[in-house]
């Protein structure tokens, strides 16, 4: 095994095993030796399992962004710039479950919660999607005059639950279905 892909085999077998099992399920030791490596190992590329669960947040997160933005239709109505993000975030998310867990554990967990906190408050750094869709339904009188932690609620709350439950099987996910949840979540943050 090559010293590169070991370093994507930790990542993976942490992703894998904390989406299953929860941070405190997937001691740095089990994630060792699923990933086929020495404890000490993981030392190698990551100080300690606090950077290691960061890190692949980050990875995850540039993954997500990067398939919002390939055809995001910047500068299009807010509506269907809405719909486009509600749709590519609920479809990723149901072909990648591990994925989805992993990411509703990080932002539920002290490890994202000034993350969150930041982001929900308008205050994170950077340019933030989410945030200029509301800004400009906002500044454009589309979308009601809320606060961002607000409008998201409303709009990717009600995504994320039905994400989980269709992953959980729960509920079945496809189609017109799919935009229909879309726009229900349209219709409780438009004027």
């Not at 892909?5 to 992703?15: N, W």
């Not at 509301?134 to 809320?146: H, N, R, S, T």
Request: charged fraction near 25%; charge should be neutral.
């Amino acid at each position: 095994m090559e010293k590169s892909d070991r370093r994507g085999d930790i990542i993976g077998a942490a992703l894998e095993l904390i989406a299953k099992h929860g941070f405190h399920g997937a001691p740095m030791a089990r994630i060792a030796e699923k990933a086929g490596v020495g404890a000490g190992t993981i030392y190698r590329y990551f100080e300690n399992k606090d950077r290691l669960i960061m890190e692949i947040f980050r990875n995850l997160e540039d993954q997500i962004m990067a398939v919002l933005h390939e055809e995001y239709p910047a500068g299009r109505p807010i509506r269907e710039r809405f719909l486009y993000l509600g749709t590519v975030l609920l479809k990723y998310f149901i072909e990648h479950p591990l994925h989805f867990h992993y990411v509703e554990q990080y932002h539920n967990s002290p490890y994202g919660v000034s993350l969150r906190r930041d982001r929900l408050l308008g205050k994170s750094a950077g340019p933030d999607i989410f945030k200029q869709l509301f800004e400009d339904g906002i500044a454009q009188q589309v979308l009601k005059e809320l606060p961002l932690f607000v409008l998201f609620a409303l709009a990717f709350g009600p995504l994320l639950a039905l994400a989980r439950d269709h992953i959980l099987g729960f509920a079945i996910l496809e189609g017109p279905l799919i935009l229909q949840s879309i726009e229900a979540c349209w219709d409780a943050i438009k004027r």
